[in-house]
């Protein structure tokens, strides 16, 4: 039974593979014998992480996955034509009020956050229709159904991945192709380090979570390898949470 669960000898390549989440989404991949294209547009960030990662089935590609051209040439040279998982996890994020979001910034996130998982996609899809089989993971975000103060530009667009999702599920479904959503609620990284720091920011935070917590990164490599594993063959169009429970509070 345990074989169905595996993703040993699958193709994948991983956006965001510098950030924290990131590293242990590749860290996991390769662990249950996956060959990993490993995606970001820090390369000092990628060089520490290969190094780290240590391992023969990971290579790195420096690019900036806002441009549709260096996309269409990293899926045309990096990505093996027999891709079989895509994970979108790059993402920033910005925190202010509404009326204090300037365009310009709001207009980058979005290039990050939404834009280019959606360029990524569409080049894996370009790749796996052929062959029809393949398994797209999102990283989407407790965010994009509950609202977060001073986070409008971030909340949007993780809500954007989230249907995105169901819409690609829907599109390539009779292809193959099998699209869903990981969506973490808090998790200990680098990106929210300023409000842990807050004793009282972070009793706020894990007050809400039912399971009175932060989660670490590496918790979300168990529900990416049920995602793309054959265990999941009849999950689509789904966005699972990995939240401690705060989706019900």
């Known amino acids: 039974?345990?074989?169905?669960?595996?993703?040993?000898?699958?193709?994948?390549?991983?956006?965001?593979?510098?950030?924290?989440?990131?590293?242990?989404?590749?860290?996991?991949?390769?662990?249950?014998?996956?060959?990993?294209?490993?995606?970001?547009?820090?390369?000092?960030?990628?060089?520490?992480?290969?190094?780290?990662?240590?391992?023969?089935r990971v290579t790195t590609a420096a690019c900036d996955i806002t441009d549709e051209a260096a996309v269409d040439r990293l899926f045309a040279e990096a990505v093996p034509a027999n891709l079989d998982l895509l994970v979108n996890n790059a993402g920033v994020l910005m925190r202010a009020a509404p009326e204090d979001t300037e365009f310009a910034r709001w207009r980058a996130l979005m290039s990050v956050n939404v834009d280019a998982a959606f360029l990524c996609a569409r080049a894996a899809g370009r790749l796996?229709?052929?062959?029809?089989?393949?398994?797209?993971?999102?990283?989407?975000?407790?965010?994009?159904?509950?609202?977060?103060?001073?986070?409008?530009?971030?909340?949007?667009?993780?809500?954007?991945?989230?249907?995105?999702?169901?819409?690609?599920a829907l599109e390539w479904g009779p292809h193959g192709i099998r699209s869903n959503a990981i969506a973490p609620g808090f998790i200990r990284t680098r990106m929210n380090a300023d409000l842990r720091a807050i004793p009282e920011k972070a009793a706020v935070m894990t007050a809400?979570?039912?399971?009175?917590?932060?989660?670490?990164?590496?918790?979300?490599?168990?529900p990416l390898l049920?995602?793309?594993?054959?265990?999941?063959?009849?999950?689509?169009?789904?966005?699972?949470?990995?939240?401690?429970?705060?989706q019900v509070t």
Not at 24 to 52: F, I, P, Q, S, Y
Not at 208 to 222: D, I, M, S, T, Y
């Open 1 to 56: 039974m345990q074989d169905q669960f595996s993703v040993a000898g699958m193709n994948a390549v991983v956006t965001g593979a510098a950030g924290d989440i990131g590293r242990c989404l590749v860290a996991g991949l390769l662990e249950g014998g996956a060959t990993v294209v490993a995606v970001d547009r820090d390369t000092a960030g990628l060089d520490a992480a290969k190094a780290a990662w240590a391992s023969d």
């Open 128 to 168: 796996m229709r052929p062959r029809g089989s393949g398994a797209i993971v999102n990283i989407s975000s407790i965010a994009s159904i509950k609202a977060l103060d001073g986070r409008v530009a971030y909340c949007t667009s993780k809500a954007a991945i989230a249907h995105m999702t169901r819409s690609l």
């Open 208 to 222: 809400q979570v039912p399971l009175k917590r932060f989660a670490e990164p590496e918790e979300l490599v168990g």
């Open 226 to 246: 049920f995602l793309a594993s054959p265990a999941a063959r009849y999950v689509n169009g789904h966005i699972l949470f990995v939240d401690g429970g705060l």
